[in-house]
T-cell receptor, first 120, second 108 residues
Framework: EAGVAQSPRYKIIEKRQSVAFWCNPI?????LYWYQQILGQGPKLLIQ????????DSQLPKDRFSAERLKGVDSTLKIQPAKLEDSAVYLC??????????????????FGAGSRLTVL | GQQVMQIPQYQHVQEGEDFTTYCNSS?????IQWYKQRPGGHPVFLIQ?????EVKKQKRLTFQFGEAKKNSSLHITATQTTDVGTYFC????????FGAGTRLTVKP
């Protein structure tokens, strides 16, 4: 089974520039997550999709971050304009089903390798 | 709002010593998962606990879910250098949020 694919692996930009990250989840996984992990901290949930609908984006800085999951498969996360504090690893994860479903194994997260962003 | 605290933040042990990390919630959790993240890597799923008082074992790792489903622990017996990394709890109440993590270092 192919894993979660993310690109690019690394990106260096200057503040006020824009950047986009791409994620392709495991085939058949209905739920997709974007997390931001700042060095030394736990991953912070930015947005959660169920198929192509947004379930939770309460922690997404909507003035500069946007995300979409067209057709309920792959997803893009965009930052425009970037700030210094956006330097982090952006992790994409997917799970088979929406959390809380009866099948307790269906909400296990599988992560991609992450996209490391450095904002100068 | 829901508060989950993970302690300790860091733990440095001598190889062969035991290690425990705890996640404590202010509210009842539907279930809890544990992940391990090696340095430079991404989180990898270890276990999920669903039932009150549940205990699960994986070789040297023992996972517990409290009777009130408000706290959980991960215990490693006789640590090895391969156990190095950060251990996170992921609490699930229809969203998937991580604890702050416990970073484990092991001195050979």
């Amino acid at each position: 089974e192919a894993g979660v694919a993310q690109s690019p692996r690394y990106k260096i930009i200057e503040k006020r520039q824009s950047v986009a990250f791409w994620c392709n989840p495991i085939s058949g996984h209905a739920t997709l997550y974007w997390y931001q992990q700042i060095l030394g901290q736990g991953p912070k949930l930015l947005i959660q999709f169920q198929n192509n609908g947004v379930v939770d984006d309460s922690q997404l800085p909507k003035d500069r971050f946007s995300a979409e999951r067209l057709k309920g498969v792959d997803s893009t996360l965009k930052i425009q304009p970037a700030k210094l504090e956006d330097s982090a690893v952006y992790l994409c994860a997917s799970s088979l089903r929406f959390p809380g479903t009866a099948d307790s194994g269906a909400n296990v997260l599988t992560f991609g390798a992450g996209s490391r962003l450095t904002v100068l | 709002g829901q508060q989950v605290m993970q302690i300790p933040q860091y733990q440095h042990v001598q190889e062969g010593e035991d290690f425990t990390t705890y996640c404590n919630s202010s509210t009842t959790l539907s279930n809890i998962q544990w992940y391990k993240q090696r340095p430079g890597g991404h989180p990898v799923f270890l276990i999920q606990l669903v039932k009150s008082g549940e205990v699960k074992k994986q070789k040297r790792l023992t996972f517990q879910f409290g009777e009130a489903k408000k706290n959980s622990s991960l215990h490693i017996t006789a640590t090895q250098t391969t156990d190095v990394g950060t251990y996170f709890c992921l609490y699930n109440n229809n969203d998937m949020r991580f604890g702050a993590g416990t970073r484990l270092t092991v001195k050979p």
